[in-house]
C-alpha cells in the first residue's frame, strides 16, 4: 500500500514493522519526529514495546546493549550530537557483537552549532565496527531498515541506517509499505544466541586481556567483510519478495562512462538527474550511488569505477588535515591496482548548504579538466563557498 | 595477566559460557601467611565462613580452610570470637 | 543466626580481588540474598575486573558489564526485556562502584530512579577510584589521603565532604533506599532482599573498607567496617517510601578517632582536624538520632 510519508515515518514504520520490543530514545533535531511517532504507535497500543524515556544518548544506546542482550529486539534513533555522545557504547555494542539497529539521521556537528543537514556525523563514527548503510529516498529508509534487523541478526553486528536531515527527514514522498504479515515472513524471531538467562548464566563484557584482545578484533573484522555478502543475500531475499532491489552500491549510466560520480545518500537522486542532462548531450558521465559504507565494498566499487577516466567524489564531510572521508576510502579500494582512474574529492552541501545544479557542472569541468591534463593537482574542492572566501584557498 | 591456552572456541563479542570458572585459577598461591585452627577451640561458629571474601572456608561444622583459593589475608583469625584461629607463615606447621 | 544465609556461592573463588577485598564481600552477601534468579549489570571498577578476566568469569549468574557511567541505563534495558519476555521472577540487578555511581554514573541512575525502573541499584563505597589507583571521588571522605587528594604543605587530603548519596536517591522518591555495611552482613542481607522484592528502582549503598586505598592490614578490613558504624562515621538505615529508619544504634558512639586511626590514609590529620571532623559526624548523627 502507497503512503506519503516523510523520511522519518518511514524509519519509525520500519521499526513497528519489525515488531521492535524495547525502544529507547532521546529527542534530538531532525530524528525527533521518529521517536515521536514510535511514542504514538506505542501510546495508541499499535505497537507492544517497552519504551523507555531516557535522559541521555548514551542511556539510549546503553539499555539498547541492555536490553539487546537480555534477548529482545530493540531500536534506537539518534543525529549528530547524540551520535557522537553515544560513540562510546557504538564500540562497545560492536565489540559484544549485538545485533542493534538504530536510525541516524544525518546532520552536521557542532562546532559551529548546526542542526541542518550533512554526513559527518556517522562518517566520524566509521571506524565503530558498526555496518552503515545509506539511503537515497524515504522507500530507501523504510526497505533498509526493515532489512537491517534481519542483516543484524545473521552477522551479529549493529547496524545503523542513515539518511540525510531535513532532506529526507522531513519531506514527504511517497513510499509503498509492505503489510504486516510480509514482514513478518521476512524477518525470523529474534535470537541472540547468548541471551542473558539464569538458566545458562554466562558472563557478557569481560577484560579482553593482551593474551585475547587481537584475536576478538580480528573476529569483528572477519564478520565484517563477511557482512558484504550477507547485505547481498538479504537484498535478493527482499527482492523476491517486495520486488525492489538492493545490493551494496547501485550503478547510474556507469558501463561507457569516462567520468563517474561518487556520493551516498539523498544527493544520488540529484545526481542522476545531472547525469541524465549530461547523457542527453553526448557526455559520458555516470553515478555510482554507495549503499553500503561499512563494509566498503572494494571488489565492487573496482568493478564500477576502474575502467572510467575519472571519478569525482561529491561528499557532505571532511576530516580535516586530508580529504573527505569517502575520498579517502576509496583511493584504499583503488590502491594498488594495475589500471585506476584519477580521482577528485568534492567537499559540498555542508550543513544543508544546497549542492545546486551549477557546482555539479563545476565539479565534473574541474575533472575533465584534470583528465586533460592527465593528473590531478589538488584533488580536494570545496564547492558553494562564498565568493569572499575564495582569496583564501 | 595468566595466559591460559583455550582450547575452547572463542566466541563472539568475548563472550564467556563457562559460569565460576576462575575455579581455574588457584589463588592460594598468593599467600605468605596460612590460617591453622584449632578445633580444640572451634565452636562452629560459622564467622570464618561468613568473612572470608574468597569463599575458601567450607559451610559445615567444623568449618574448613580450602588451602587452594586462601589468600592468607587473615580476616578469618581477626574475626574468630574465640581466638581459634592463627596465620603463621607460608610453609611452617 | 546463619541458618537464614544461604550456603550457595554465586561467586566462584580464584577472582583477583586483592586479599582481604571488602567489596568482594558486598557481592557475595548480596548474591546470598538475591539468589540465582539475576541478571546482573556492573559498572567498570574494581569488581568488574577482578571477577572476568577472560576466559575466566567468577560468576555463576548472567552478567554484564557495558561501561563505566551507564550501568543503570543497561539494568533498565534488561529490566524492560525481562518485562517483554515475561521473565517475572527474574530480578534486574545494577552494581557500581562509588566512582560509577556518585559521580560519572550519577545522571544514567537518577534517569533511572525518575522513570521508575524495576531494578535494585548497589553501590558498592570504598570511598575512592580504587581500581585505577585510589584516585578520589565524591564518595571519599573529608579529611582522606588519596593519589589526587595528597598531603602535603598546602593541601592536607580531601577537602570536600562525602556526597549524601542516599539522600539524593531518596530525594527522586523511590520506594526503598537502604545503606549497609560488609561489616554487618545480617543487615545487609535482609536489607537486600527487601530491596529486590520491591517493583520498582530501589537503592542500596554499602560501605566496603579497601585494603590498599584505605591502607589497612587485610585481616582488620571486617574490624574497620565495624568501627566505621561504631563511631558514626557510617550509619545503617533505610529511608522507605520517604521515612527514615535506623536500623542499627551502636550503644555507646565510639569517638571517630578509633576509626582514623587504624587506617593510614587519615594518619596524617592533626588533633584540630579529628575534632572537625568528629563535629561533623556529631551533627549527622544527630540528624538520625544517633546519640
Redesign the interface.
Known sequence: MKKFMTGNDSAALAAKLARV??I?AYPITPQTTIVEKLSEFVANGELD??Y?????E???L???????????R?FTATSSQGLMLMS??LF?AS????PIVMTNVNRSLSAPLSIWCDQQDSVAVRDSGWIQLYCENNQEILDSTIQAFRIAEET?LPVMVCFDGYILSHTAEPVDVPEQSEVDGFLPQYNYP?A???E?????????????YE??RF?LQE?MLKAKEKILEVGKIFAEKFGRKYGLLERYRTEDAEIILLTMGSLAGSLKDMVDEYRQHGERVGLVKLRSFRPFPVRELKDAVGNAKAVAVLEKDVSPGLSGALFSDLSTALINSKKSPLLMNFICGLAGRDVSPLQIREAVKSTLEAVEAGEVKNPVRWLGLRETLMGLR | ?S??TSTKK????????D?GSTEQNETGSWRSMRPVTDYEKCTSCMSCWLYCPDSAISCEKPPKVDYRYCKGCGICANVCPVKAITMVPEGQK | MMKNISDVELLAPGHRACAGCGCILAIRYALKALG????V?MSTGCM??VT????E?A?????????F??V??????????????GKRG?KSVAIGGDGGTVDIGL??L??AA??GENLLYICYDNEAYENTGIQRSGATPYGAWTTTTPVGRVKRGEDRPKKDMPAIMAAHGVPYVATASVGYPMDYIKKVKKAASIDGPTYIHVHAPCVLGWRIDSSKTIEVAKLAVLTGMWNLYEIENGVTRVTFKPPRRKPVSEYLKVQRRFRHLTDEEIMKIQQMVDEECKRFGIE
Open positions: 520490543k524495547v529507547s514495546a517497552e523507555i524515556k531516557v535522559e541521555s548514551h542511556s539510549a546503553s539499555a539498547c546493549v541492555g536490553a539487546a542482550a537480555t534477548g529482545v530493540t562510546e557504547i562497545v565489540g559484544l557483537r549485538l551479529l547468548y542473558l538467562d539464569p545458562h548464566p554466562g558472563s557478557i563484557g569481560a577484560v579482553g586481556v593482551p593474551d585475547y584475536e576478538f573476529m564478520e | 595477566m595466559s591460559h572463542l566466541l563472539p563479542g568475548a563472550v564467556i559460557m559460569p | 540465582k534468579n539475576v541478571i549489570s568488574e575486573v572476568t578476566p577472560y576466559p568469569t560468576w555463576r549468574v548472567p552478567w554484564i558489564h557495558v561501561a557511567e551507564n543503570a541505563a543497561v539494568a533498565s534495558g534488561v529490566s524492560r526485556a525481562l518485562k517483554v519476555l527474574v545522571q544514567a537518577s534517569g525518575e522513570r
